[in-house]
């Protein structure tokens, strides 16, 4: 197949999080992340549970949207904490800022006391990132975005973590960032962020200039894998007919 | 036997200024908005509000009604971010705020639910909850792994509303949607005396199973002290499943609080009368 969009090299990229993950809630906020583990379960990694980002786990491949469920579970939000604080979880959320250790803020811009700019704050983060693996999608990576520090820690990164003492620095996990430009992780000796891949027609370049800090970049950079024909199929004939992966990125 | 039915004005004449109050649902989700509404109504102020934040918090803040705001989050779901929350937070016009994790409130209702100082969790450790709330504490285990851990302190709450489905007279109530969210939680943080329980239908004790199961009956009496019936009291957030939310009355709830002369008009229209004129006025749009 061809014609192969960003949205859907940024959904495999982010259903490649989940692999290996085996019988776990893997959670996406947003369209991106959730078409992410719907892809993932639907092709690669099956024993993955999937919700309707409401109540339910649902047994089928359900289209971003879609209302014809085959529940195959109950999920209220006491029992995605029940769940999430044992440890059952892979969240991939987004970020508004993100630093060089995965530390990432959805709470606010400008000072905590009086914030320039009021988002969602703190949220499942905190909870959400001590608790089990934690991934982020990030559809406009730029250097405001990219920060040496973010105003307000919501998702803890790998410094503060290893401050934490030995159960948390055994259970956190900060997997992989997926942007509309590269895929990141923190595979280095102290956890610093480094360039796992880049998007197919991305230079390296301008990934480094859409971000604030010192990215780890390896010798040899792959390029970000593109979707199967398989998972194109999957992707565009059950999961997103209405291509709402594309809504998400800058045109 | 009591017959707990009352009015949103009398629930709200029991409370006084600078109490807690808990609000139930879940951001734009079967929020008790009927009591929300009547507490704008009132001249009370100085209030700390508990909630998993939706336009209830929202239209209290507009109102500075707020003096100490305790939530997890505040939006409106369909619409991420909360218009007037968001003004109130970068006017710096709600004097205290405390900012936790999901989790961590629902510790906070659950320790005073069950009267505990305090539950123990990771959720909020190396976060800036931590930072920005510096009054809290953590505990160490005193069993071999010494870990440290978060003490969230119990929310004790002076009040509690919560809307539900059905109920009968006496606050036995069922929620039919799909989730209970922290209900059974706000009423059981609060001391007995003012819990508040709206619903959409006060029906006959009898009737309450032919409405769903067993299972849907998660409110008990010894839970609630006065019971409002409140039909379509949630709007324009949603009540699964009588009613989903009202997106075009939240859309315009959210356009009217970009300008202070278009608020004006949106309070004028929908929130300067009582909770008859304001249902009237929904529906003649």
């Known amino acids: 197949m061809s014609d192969i969009t960003l949205g859907e090299i940024c959904v495999t990229a982010v259903a490649e999080t989940f692999r290996g993950d085996g019988e776990i809630f893997a959670s996406g906020m947003g369209t991106i992340p959730m078409l992410g583990a719907r892809l993932a379960r639907a092709t690669f990694e099956p024993d993955l549970l999937v919700s309707d980002g409401e109540a339910f786990f649902v047994a089928n491949d359900l289209p971003v949207g879609g209302t014809d469920k085959e529940i195959e579970g109950w999920i209220p939000f006491r029992t995605v904490f029940d769940t999430l604080w044992g440890g059952r979880r892979h969240v991939v959320m987004g970020a508004s800022q993100i630093d060089a250790y995965g530390n990432q803020n959805i709470a606010n811009i400008g000072p905590w006391e009086k914030p ?134 800058p045109a | 036997m009591a017959d707990k039915r009352m009015t949103e004005d009398e629930a709200i004449a029991t409370l006084a200024d600078g109490m807690t109050i808990g609000i139930g649902g879940w951001g734009s989700r079967r929020k008790p908005m009927s009591l929300v509404r009547a507490l704008l109504r009132s001249s009370l102020t100085d209030l700390t509000i508990v909630s998993y934040g939706g336009p209830d918090v929202g239209l209290l803040c507009a109102a500075g009604k707020v003096r100490r705001l305790v939530y997890g989050f505040v939006s409106l779901d369909s619409i991420a971010l909360e218009p007037h929350f968001r003004l109130a937070r970068q006017n710096g016009t709600i004097p205290e705020v405390v900012e936790y994790d999901e989790g961590m409130l629902q510790w906070g209702l659950y320790a005073a639910a069950l009267r505990l100082p305090f539950l123990p969790t990771r959720a909020g450790l190396g976060s800036d909850v931590v930072t920005n709330s510096p009054f809290l504490r953590t505990v160490t285990s005193p069993y071999a792994d010494g870990e440290e851990l978060l003490a969230v302190p119990a929310l004790t709450l002076d009040a509690s509303f919560v809307h539900l489905n059905r109920s009968d007279a006496r606050g036995n109530a069922q929620f039919l949607g ?27 004790t009898d009737e309450l199973l032919r409405n769903g199961t067993f299972h849907t009956m998660k409110i008990n009496r ?34 009217a609080a970009k300008d202070p002369a278009t608020w004006q008009t949106f309070v004028d229209t929908y929130l300067s009368g009582s909770e008859a004129d304001y249902q009237k006025a929904v529906a003649a749009r």
């Not at chain 1, 894998?225 to 291509?243: M, W």
């Not at chain 2, 010894?222 to 989903?244: K, L, R, W």
Request: with cysteine.
């Open chain 1, 116 to 249: 320039k700019s009021q988002l969602l704050g703190v949220r499942g983060a905190p909870g959400n990132t001590i608790n089990h693996t934690t991934s982020y999608f990030i559809g406009n990576q730029t250097s405001r975005v990219f920060v040496d520090r973010v105003d307000t820690v919501s998702g803890i990164g790998y410094d503060r973590a290893a401050q934490l003492g030995d159960w948390v620095r055994t259970h956190h996990e900060i997997r992989r960032v997926v942007t509309n430009l590269a895929v990141f992780d923190f595979d280095t000796p102290d956890h610093r962020m480094r360039v796992a891949s880049v998007h197919p027609g991305v230079d390296l370049s301008e990934v480094t200039a859409a971000c604030s800090f010192e990215l780890v970049v390896p010798d040899e950079v792959p390029t970000t894998r593109l979707p199967t024909d398989a998972e194109l199929a999957v992707l565009r004939e059950i999961l997103d007919p209405r291509s709402l992966r594309d809504r998400e990125l």
């Open chain 2, 178 to 204: 799909p989730d209970l969210y922290f209900d059974d939680l706000f009423l059981n943080a609060t001391a007995p005396g003012r819990r508040f329980l709206s619903v959409e239908q006060i029906v006959p």
């Open chain 2, 222 to 255: 010894s839970m609630v002290d006065g019971v409002i019936e409140a039909p379509n009291g949630a709007h324009f957030t949603n009540c699964q499943p009588d009613y989903e939310r009202d997106e075009s009355f939240q859309k315009e709830y959210a356009e």
